[in-house]
């Protein structure tokens, strides 16, 4: 995964008569206390079959440039920003920045109001690459992460994934949060080397699915293969 650098600018305007405070938040660290993984495929994922796979729910994923504004009341988005109205008083707003060449930049495209977590779900894309921002709806405290999140059966975790084996601008791997008092906290991450996560399922409230995409180069041409796997949320603590 090449590293990207954002800047965000975020405007906090207080409610108060007469009173503006301006901040600017450059910080593009996803979560300060994240655990570290290397990149490798010691990953305790234990095969099943397509319609074992086919047994857990899926889950619909918002194409990330839809013109649908599904919280119309609290974001706005333009061309030029978005502008976010949080639950304590103040604005938060993301403003596309592009380079001086005009060849690149970074964009946002607001996707939807996440419907178990208390965020609002944004996509970002570079020149090359792309990946997701979760933006607190009470204070605007951003969270990068690797795809839409999917919520467990209890609501107490969420996955998000992201499947790029072969351009590599992309993470290519899975990331655990847990949800503690309604904020969002990474317990776990792991990037892969030989296959990608082209699809995740939650079978229960311990147990993921998860539809794994490789290619193989053995016979002189690259085909492309799915297999599929589960693995225990509890092993990967």
């Known amino acids: 995964m090449k590293t990207f650098s954002i800047l965000l600018l ?8 007469n009173t503006t405070n301006l901040t600017v938040d450059s910080a593009d660290v996803p979560v300060t206390n994240a655990p570290q993984e290397e990149v490798t495929d010691n ?34 988005p333009d061309s030029l920003k978005i502008v976010f109205k949080l639950n304590n008083g103040a604005d938060s707003v993301l403003v596309n920045e592009w380079e001086e060449n005009g060849d690149g930049g970074t964009v946002f495209h607001y996707v939807q109001s ?10 970002i894309s570079y020149y090359e690459g792309s990946e997701y921002l979760l933006m607190d709806k ?8 690797w ?5 467990s059966p209890d609501k107490t975790h969420f996955i998000t ?18 949800i503690k008092e309604g904020k969002a906290e990474l317990k776990w991450q792991k990037e892969i080397n030989t296959w990608g996560p082209d699809e995740v399922r939650w079978k229960d409230d311990n147990t993921l699915y998860i539809k794994k995409y490789s290619i193989d180069y053995s016979g002189g041409n690259s085909v492309q293969k799915y297999t599929y796997g589960t693995v225990k949320v509890s092993d990967l603590r």
């Open 10 to 17: 975020v405007l906090l305007v207080a409610c108060k008569p």
């Open 43 to 76: 990953f305790p994922v234990d095969s099943i079959s397509l319609e074992e796979f086919r047994m857990a729910d899926s889950v619909s994923v918002i194409s990330p440039f839809t013109s649908v504004v599904d919280d119309s009341t609290r974001v706005f």
């Open 114 to 123: 996440c419907k178990d977590i208390d965020y609002w779900l944004v996509f």
């Open 138 to 145: 009470d204070n605007g405290n951003k969270i990068f992460v």
């Open 147 to 151: 795809g839409p999140p999917v919520v």
């Open 161 to 178: 994934y992201s499947c790029d084996i072969e351009a590599g601008y992309d993470y290519n791997g899975i990331q655990l949060f847990e």
